[in-house]
């Protein structure tokens, strides 16, 4: 499975961002999926997950309530749609996949699929 992700780039503080995540290789609608980030020094840290069809997703304490994971399996397309950027949130995005098992998954050991990243940085 390739994995890769999009949408990264520069915004102030309280703005909004949106990352896009393809994968290919396998039936996109049979991938379970998540967001993962890591800041410079820090661990790599859950985000978001979603499960097949989208109907089940899961949020870290940090970005629940401001981001939105959701998937378009018809244009084989993963997002994270994210408000109220804080600085706190700089860090390169992970989109990862893993196939077989329908449902949310929050640690990386669960995902053997990861794209390259994406850097988001949020600064005035």
């Known amino acids: 499975v390739h994995v890769e992700e999009s949408g990264g780039g520069l915004v102030p503080p309280g703005g909004s961002l949106r990352l896009s995540c393809t994968a290919s290789?396998?039936?996109?609608?049979?991938?379970?999926m998540a967001w993962f980030r890591q800041a410079p020094g820090m661990e790599r840290e859950f985000v978001s997950a979603?499960?097949?069809?989208?109907?089940?997703?899961d949020y870290s304490d940090a970005v629940k309530d401001r981001f939105v994971i959701s998937r378009d399996n018809r244009r084989n397309i993963l997002y994270l749609q994210m408000n109220s950027l804080q600085p706190e949130d700089s860090a390169v995005y992970y989109c990862v996949a893993r196939q077989y098992f329908d449902g949310t998954y929050r640690s990386t050991g669960e995902f053997p699929y990861w794209g390259r990243g994406t850097q988001v940085t949020v600064s005035s």
């Open positions: 979603i499960n097949w069809g989208g109907e089940r997703t």
């Open positions: 290789g396998r039936p996109f609608n049979k991938l379970s």
